[in-house]
């Protein structure tokens, strides 16, 4: 296979676990966090601030490229990595998280999802066969299955059906899967129904992906369901195949994430966040519009490597944000995606040193998800 | 004196000189073109991407961070090159030309001019003394004597009023001038008057500046004009000494300036018309945004060292642009910046090595103002 997880170290407390991910652009350490590039870009930074901050995978979204500039033209260019310059791993997501967010304006049919592009009103289809064709024109190291994203609340009926169709679409989404070098992983869905996450684990997982993502969760439930229902679900996932929890990249998530046996995390958070001021530090998040910077000659958060507290201060940052320059919004970037990325590795070196439950609960203690 | 000019070579048939002007931040070599720092910033790049491209000096506007963060805030941070960790040559202007712009809403006296700010609408003062001041607690390298720039067209009479006033105004700046280990120039104005441009040279030489500007030019009047007031000028000033136009930036003007002597220039004009997704190349300036660079895999310009150029292409950074990606307005302003910045370095070699004649015939009959 083209994706090969291999495990290093395991926490017998609980399931979390350190290992490597080989892929075909190179071996990244997990459990990791994977920077999101929405548009061929991590929104602010380059490939070169993505590398020095210690980013392995980032992650692409079809839905987006699909429409603007189009697969065809990332293809022609040499693919997303290539297009966007960026030669460590490339994870896509099938669009189908985007596509259904689309509500009313969508219809949902066997065969795939029609709906009307953002940009231009155009009509516009997404199958299991285009995104997989759209994905491999991207070139991206591992592929997403094209699958539906339930809601939440949702009803017991129509969460299986759309489990059931998921499963159904990942067959398809396989036999579309014709590059060879490239991996694909399947998406266990189920909603909030243990049952039905029972049953989507076993389908999903019977079938040749090179690893599994657990999709559906963070979509608005409380925490203690998601930790929950995630729980419920890897202990139905192989331990040789990389599991990946999708949308999910707050800290106290990533570590309860970790907690239950997850290896890959991607969320908007760190990035969206700082476009509003906001820089993430172990204590929760502060607000660095916030008066009392002002005079602040010192950096985000003492001790911090990032390119950004090595080089400015809360100060500066601040007068950056309120001056409304586009500097502000790169550095507080680099911090959040710095400081998550690092989290990362700090919880990777604790599994592997034996120290993971010291880490989640001294970490726990401090952290509030209030800004100050 | 603290800022001294050294003459390494000159073009014979023109007034095109090449030199290094030593400050307290180091020696820089000119001809010299410097990046406007508006608001402690150069807008969307960080100090080190300013020094990869080999900015020596950049400008920073009093008038601007007078207002927002304050002057003295800025003191309290160990001055403007610690505030915003640029650690080569600052020069700031002495916010006249911002305050003057300001039209109807400020009122000019012969002890200083009276405006309101435009963040918050508070009465605020500007005088050669609080110009002076505020210059100090910024700790630029350069700081400029507070003037008034004065508009064109203007009457005779105004612009000699005008001339004179801004003589008395430059007694008192060296007199407020308080700093030894920092350096102050002159600015000569005159309008479009041949007669005032004399005399303000002769009277804004006569004073102990380290350096002259020659102010008021590039204000709408037309481009053979400007050059003829220009050359004007530069006769009644010394050779000891270096010559700054202000708010001068296109390559034909700085070709031009050059060849009248002139040594350093500054003009937000590469940086803002990046950010509208111009690119200026030798032959002009490309709209990047234009469809014909759709599916153009080239970088912007053949041969250009540029961080974008060695790692980016016209496609990609049209993407980058219709997508409404920061990531666009940086990188477009690295190219511009350093294209211009390159331009200067080209031109003084050509000036050392006896070529500058040649340089100027074969640039400016390869460029058009014109986009495409």
């Known amino acids: 296979m083209v994706i090969n997880y291999e495990l290093i170290a395991q926490d017998p407390a609980t399931g979390a676990r350190a290992g490597l991910l080989h892929t075909p ?3 990244f350490k997990t459990p990791m966090f994977m920077p999101v590039g929405t548009q061929a870009t ?12 210690g980013a392995q995978i980032i992650l692409g979204n079809t839905y987006h490229l699909f429409l603007r500039p189009g697969t065809e033209l990332i293809a022609e260019a ?3 990595h290539d297009f966007m310059n960026w030669h460590k791993g490339i994870l896509t997501d099938s669009g189908g998280f985007q596509v259904f967010s689309l509500g009313d304006t969508r219809k949902i049919k066997e065969e795939g999802v029609y709906f009307r592009s953002i940009l231009d009103g155009s009509k516009q289809f997404l199958s299991p066969e285009v995104a997989t064709r759209a994905q491999e024109e991207l070139g991206s190291d591992i592929a997403m299955a094209f699958d539906e994203c339930i809601p939440y609340p949702a009803e017991y009926d129509y969460a299986k059906k759309s489990t059931e169709r998921t499963t159904r679409w990942a067959e398809r989404c396989l036999k579309a899967h014709t590059r060879k070098d490239r991996g694909m992983f399947g998406i266990i869905q189920g909603g909030m129904y243990k049952d039905l996450r029972k049953q989507s684990a076993a389908e999903i997982t019977s079938l040749p992906f090179d690893g599994f993502a657990i999709g559906g969760l963070s979509v608005g439930e409380p925490h203690d369901l998601m930790y929950e229902i995630l729980e419920h679900t890897t202990q139905y996932m192989p331990v040789n195949k990389a599991r990946y929890l999708m949308g999910v990249g707050t800290p106290d998530c990533l570590v309860e994430g970790v907690a239950r046996g997850v290896d890959m995390f991607d969320c908007v958070f760190p990035t969206r966040v ?3 001021g906001m820089a993430m530090v172990h204590s929760g998040r502060m607000n660095m519009k916030n008066k009392q910077y002002e005079r602040d000659f010192t950096p985000i958060e003492e001790g911090c490597q990032c390119y950004t507290c090595r080089h400015f201060t809360r100060a500066y940052i601040r007068h950056l944000y309120k001056a ?3 500097l502000a919004f790169r550095l507080i970037t680099i911090h959040n995606l710095f400081f998550l990325l690092q989290f990362m590795r700090d919880m990777r070196q604790a599994i592997i040193d034996g120290n993971f439950g010291d880490f989640r609960e001294s970490f726990m203690a401090g952290y509030s998800a209030r800004a100050k």
Chains 1, 2 share one sequence.
């Open 25 to 27: 652009h190179g071996t």
């Open 42 to 53: 991590v929104k602010t930074v380059t490939p070169d601030e993505l590398e020095e901050m």
């Open 78 to 80: 040499g693919g997303l």
């Open 274 to 276: 700082a476009r509003n």
């Open 324 to 326: 409304e320059e586009l």
